[in-house]
């Protein structure tokens, strides 16, 4: 086990870095600024290696590297705007780090690289699953919901969330422990991984610590969240819980495969009537011949000739975009990160950009009174320096392209709303969109000497 310091100024991004590290069974210190960096390099303070973002708010990130290599402290450099040979040979040959690494990165592989900076073997993926996979399984086997309350329903990626009188998906093998026949769905589907995974009785699992699974989204945002997962190319599941809603997000590379929810309304059946895709007899009639074949309500619909492929699949893009657009509003609430994977075989294979759901999910969501309060008429919007998505990744039209452009810190909110052809709601979806998604950032008006660097952007 290593003890690792993680300095980056994405609070979104620290926050997954360090819960997959700790997965891995290391303890793992955020710090979002170079500042509180040099200050958790106390005397008392030992670290094993550490991970750098080169681009911090308040100095630089090659001064922190420097203070590293002053405590023997190894050092993995991170960077989204110094990109290219040149910058990594600098952040080697001259700043003393060990490896370098381009954002976006592969999550995985930066964290090999700080194992191996840190002298610990890596931890393979068979381990995870016996360390990591059970014990988020348990996590969630202990907030099954009770009988009065809805059972998590599965937005399946290959037929639908079960309707109401389908058969319940097959319960995980008896030897699991702590997994019980009320095990929500789609984790009841994964009983082939969790035989493989089950440890022997002898054998004592590590405890993560609670709040390495765990977020309060007040401090955050569903969107923002999305973002680190891209910008990190993970693939992992993302917990949303409010009240006695529960939602679960899959990622694939980064990009959303599918989504979960507990709310009955969001079945794929009840989502297929509410969008006039199907009538209630022939809902009806779906639900009579699944139960009858044992099958998926959206195996039926195709096997009835309810639907076609191309027609479920549509479907299936909109109820996941809705259940995520949903939680865009949250304020309260909690996040929790897994690095499982998606283990069915039978997914639809989905692949949303993260970057378009939120400029869209903005766009259909929110009204304009809550975007007049969001995007105050004084505001001033910059480019963001070391953005989660490339600008040619996004889906911009012609108006929205030129209010990006317009956004360039020189002018309010009211000022692009007189620059632009877009309509006031347009325009405030637009910006607020891009704000979420880390492409635009309100910054200090007033320059100081540690202000953040645009590179004329």
């Known amino acids: ?38 200050e958790a390099l106390g005397p008392h ?28 402290i190894p050092a993995i450099a991170v960077s989204g705007v ?11 040959k001259v700043h003393g780090a060990c490896a370098f690494f381009e954002k976006p990165f592969e999550l995985d592989a930066v964290l090999n690289a700080l194992e ?34 809805p059972a998590l329903e599965s937005v399946d990626a290959a037929a639908g969330p079960a309707g109401p009188s389908e058969p319940s998906e097959p319960a995980l093998p008896e030897e699991a422990p702590g997994v019980s026949e009320a095990l929500p769905l789609p984790f009841a589907q994964r009983g082939a991984v969790w035989t493989e995974a089950v440890p022997a009785p002898a054998r004592q699992r590590r405890q993560l610590p609670e709040w390495s699974l765990g977020g309060d989204l007040a401090h955050t945002s569903v969107p923002r969240l999305l973002n680190a997962y891209y910008e990190a190319r993970h693939h992992g599941e993302l917990k949303l819980r409010q ?19 507990n709310l009955a309304p969001e079945r794929f059946g009840r989502f297929c009537l509410r969008k006039g ?25 195709l096997k009835r000739g309810l639907l076609s492929p191309k027609q479920r699949r549509q479907l299936l893009e909109e109820q996941v975009k809705d259940i995520l657009w949903s939680t865009f509003a949250w304020t309260e609430g909690g996040y929790g990160f897994s690095p499982m994977r998606p283990q069915r075989a039978d997914l639809v294979p989905l692949s949303l950009f993260p970057g378009d759901l939120i ?6 969501t929110e009204t304009l009174v809550a975007l007049r309060q969001r995007m105050a008429p004084g505001r001033r919007l910059f480019p963001a320096a070391d953005p989660p998505y490339g600008l040619h990744e996004l889906k911009l039209d012609g108006p929205q392209a030129m209010l990006l452009a317009f956004a360039d810190g020189t002018k309010t909110v009211e000022d692009l709303l007189a620059l632009t052809d877009l309509s006031e709601r347009e325009a405030l979806a637009t910006l607020r969109g891009l704000e979420l998604s880390g492409v635009l950032e309100e910054r200090q008006q007033t320059p100081n000497r540690r202000q953040r660097i645009s590179f004329g952007l």
């Open 277 to 301: 895709a199907l009538t209630e007899a022939q809902l009806a009639e779906a639900a009579g011949y699944a139960r009858e074949h044992s099958l998926r309500t959206g195996d039926a619909l």
């Open 45 to 72: 303070s030992r670290f094993d290696a550490a991970l750098v973002d080169l681009l911090l708010p308040d100095i630089r990130g090659s001064e922190v590297l420097g203070a590293l290599r002053a405590h023997a």
């Open 116 to 149: 191996e900076a840190a002298g610990v073997p890596p931890v393979t993926h068979g381990e995870l699953l016996d360390e990591v996979d059970l014990l988020v399984l348990e996590e969630l086997v202990q907030e099954t919901p009770s009988q009065d309350e």
């Open 1 to 38: 086990m290593a003890r690792l310091l993680i300095v980056e100024d994405n609070q979104e991004l620290a926050s997954l870095i360090a819960t997959v590290a700790q997965t891995r069974g290391h303890e793992a210190l955020t710090v979002f600024t170079g500042e509180s960096a040099l």
């Open 359 to 364: 400029l869209e999910g903005v766009a259909r």
């Open 243 to 261: 009240g006695t809603v529960l939602k679960v997000v899959y990622f694939e590379a980064g990009r959303v495969v599918y989504a979960a929810s």
């Open 82 to 92: 110094y990109k290219g040979d040149r910058f990594a040979q600098e952040a080697i």
